[in-house]
């Protein structure tokens, strides 16, 4: 499948370096370059998936499951691991930055320097139900296209 240039794909192909912790037929996992602790991990599809859009449903759920597992490890790595996030970022405007799928898996403690900034307060029931309406809709399209990604299972 072409790439163009992807350097996760590069990463999945052993053509360009990586600290590789976690490697089957369909996943790749290695550390973050720039870790925002040490342990910082990146989970890949070998094959290139841009987004939630184009990645196989199947696939995704083998991402989580080798996401799942490490995320355990990091608390039994010896590396500092009070608390362990998973954060997938999907599109420009979430702060994707490598249009190559990825789920990060990363150690917290008491005062890393990770941060999310968010405005949220709690929201009257009626507009919560309008807007799971909304998602629903969101499923019903999905569903009239022929359902999410590609279900199947894995070879
Ligand atoms: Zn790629």
Same mark, same amino acid.
């Given at each position: 499948?072409?790439? &163009?240039? %992807?350097?996760? %794909?590069?990463?999945?192909?052993?053509?360009?370096?990586? +600290?590789?912790?976690?490697?089957?037929?369909?996943?790749?996992?290695?550390?973050?370059?720039?870790?925002?602790? !040490?342990? &910082?991990?990146?989970?890949? !599809?070998? *094959?290139?998936?841009?987004?939630?859009?184009?990645?196989?449903? #199947?696939?995704?759920?083998?991402?989580?499951?080798?996401?799942?597992?490490?995320?355990?490890?990091?608390?039994? +790595?010896?590396?500092? %691991?009070?608390?362990?996030?998973?954060?997938?970022?999907?599109?420009?405007?979430?702060?994707?930055?490598?249009? /190559?799928? &990825?789920? /990060?898996?990363?150690?917290?403690?008491?005062?890393?320097?990770?941060?999310?900034?968010? #405005?949220?307060?709690?929201?009257?029931?009626?507009?919560?139900?309008?807007?799971? *309406?909304?998602?629903? +809709?969101?499923?019903?399209?999905?569903?009239?296209?022929?359902?999410?990604? +590609?279900?199947?299972?894995?070879?």
């Amino acid at each position: 499948m072409p790439d &163009h240039g %992807c350097v996760f %794909c590069a990463i999945a192909r052993g053509q360009a370096e990586a +600290s590789i912790v976690f490697e089957d037929e369909w996943v790749l996992a290695f550390l973050d370059l720039q870790p925002v602790a !040490p342990g &910082h991990l990146l989970v890949i !599809p070998k *094959a290139h998936a841009e987004g939630l859009e184009d990645l196989r449903e #199947d696939i995704g759920v083998r991402v989580w499951t080798v996401a799942h597992r490490l995320g355990r490890a990091l608390r039994l +790595s010896g590396l500092r %691991c009070e608390g362990v996030n998973l954060f997938l970022a999907d599109g420009e405007a979430a702060f994707q930055e490598v249009f /190559h799928v &990825h789920l /990060h898996v990363f150690p917290r403690f008491k005062g890393d320097p990770f941060r999310i900034e968010a #405005d949220s307060r709690v929201r009257e029931r009626h507009l919560l139900d309008e807007t799971a *309406a909304a998602v629903r +809709s969101g499923i019903t399209a999905l569903d009239a296209a022929g359902g999410v990604g +590609s279900p199947g299972v894995l070879e």
